[in-house]
């Protein structure tokens, strides 16, 4: 059994030798060259997984450690009966994390009184609903709008129209990536929507880049900057728009869901589902992962210690943001490759719930 397998996958090597030979590429480059004695493929949302890649290889299933499938052609996959999987809500909680860092940052810089905001989720699903929890948990007034599944399960929350979510305190975008369907969202947050955003208002994307019209999300910045901004997703990424990236309160390289936790749970759920493939059982699991070398932190709490600190002090969002801007000063960080090699080379973030 041949497995080729993106370098980045965590403890790829580790879970899936136990199934067989186990080649790990560069995902941003891998060709269909690489894979004509390739039986299973292991991918990240860099790879577009098609018929250009695929056709006249030996793939027979392909899994991608990611919630996300935009970048997986599932129509040529089925007409070719080319299993598929992939480990939806993996980093739910790393993603919603990071939204609260930010939020938690914003906040404090701008002396917000949290239990006086309002924020506008757009997307409730795996991370936007555990968005939902925590900013409730602190007070905020959380408004959902999510017509997808609002059709699915009418009663589960108390769903708005788009544009009272658009004016709240805070807006923060949860949404898949689809070009097509009843509820498409690529460019969901058009000129016009942009538009319709109050000022001091905190305007956080942790979705996808294309979800966003970027040169109108540009435009309102360059023209008013009378919002702020926090963008972990671009258009174009890995070659990312470096005169928008300026104008960020934070801007990180599509990290959000990067803890260490998420991308294990993201490997153990793509290897069990490649040994049900294969009738297999399985031999590996994330609680096999030894964590001596990466100690839970140790986070001093005293009564009147403000929540927002110490949910910074678990997660450092500004180290990241400070990461990403020095290509704003390096010209030779520019084209790419540094987005990539911070992503690669991510330290490891650990989750709320392994913090001690």
């Known amino acids: 059994m041949n497995i080729t397998a993106d370098e980045n996958i965590p403890y790829v090597k580790e879970a899936f030798s136990t199934l067989g030979k186990v080649t790990t590429v560069n995902g941003r480059t891998l060709s269909s060259h690489s894979l004509q004695t390739t ?12 018929q250009y890649l695929l056709q006249n ?55 917000k009184d949290l239990s006086r905001l309002s924020i506008g989720i757009i997307g409730c699903g795996n ?10 948990d602190i007070g905020i007034r959380c408004v959902i709008n999510d017509p997808p599944l609002e059709a699915d399960e009418p009663t589960r ?3 708005s129209p788009i544009e009272e979510a658009l004016v709240c305190d805070i807006v923060t975008l949860h ?27 905190l305007f956080i994307n942790a979705s ?35 005169t928008l990236l300026p104008y960020t309160f934070i801007g990180t390289p599509h990290i959000a869901g990067y803890s260490i936790d998420g991308k294990i749970r993201g490997t153990e759920m793509i290897y069990k589902a490649v040994c049900d493939f294969l009738s297999k059982k399985p031999s590996w699991s994330a609680k096999q992962v030894d964590f001596s070398h990466n100690p839970r932190t140790i986070i001093q709490l005293s009564t009147d210690i403000d929540s927002r600190a110490s949910i910074l002090q678990a997660y450092n969002i500004q180290q990241d943001d400070k990461d990403l801007k020095k290509s704003l000063k390096d010209e030779t960080l520019q084209d790419g490759t540094y987005f990539d090699s911070l992503r690669k080379n991510y330290p490891a973030r650990r989750e709320y719930s392994n913090l001690k």
């Not at 949404?175 to 208002?201: C, E, F, V």
Request: hydrophobic residues 35%; proline residues 4%.
């Open 39 to 50: 039986d299973i493929l292991l991918v990240r949302s860099v790879t577009q997984v098609n």
């Open 57 to 111: 290889t030996a793939v027979k299933f392909v899994a991608s450690a990611t919630a996300g499938f935009n970048h997986i052609d599932l129509d040529y996959l089925q007409k070719n009966n080319i299993g598929f999987t992939r480990a939806p809500g993996s980093n739910a909680i790393s993603a919603a994390e990071y939204v609260m860092a930010g939020i938690s940052l914003w906040s404090l810089q701008n002396n």
């Open 127 to 136: 991370v936007g609903s555990r968005v939902k929890r925590l900013c409730e």
């Open 157 to 159: 929350y108390d769903y």
């Open 175 to 201: 949404t898949p990536l689809s070009y097509d369907g009843q509820h498409p969202t690529y460019r969901l947050l058009n000129q016009h929507r942009i538009d319709t955003i109050k000022a001091d208002t």
């Open 208 to 242: 996808r880049g294309e979800v966003v019209k970027e040169p109108a999300l540009r435009n309102r910045i360059k023209s008013k900057n009378d919002i702020s901004l926090i963008l972990d997703v671009w258009e174009n990424e890995p070659t990312i728009d470096l």
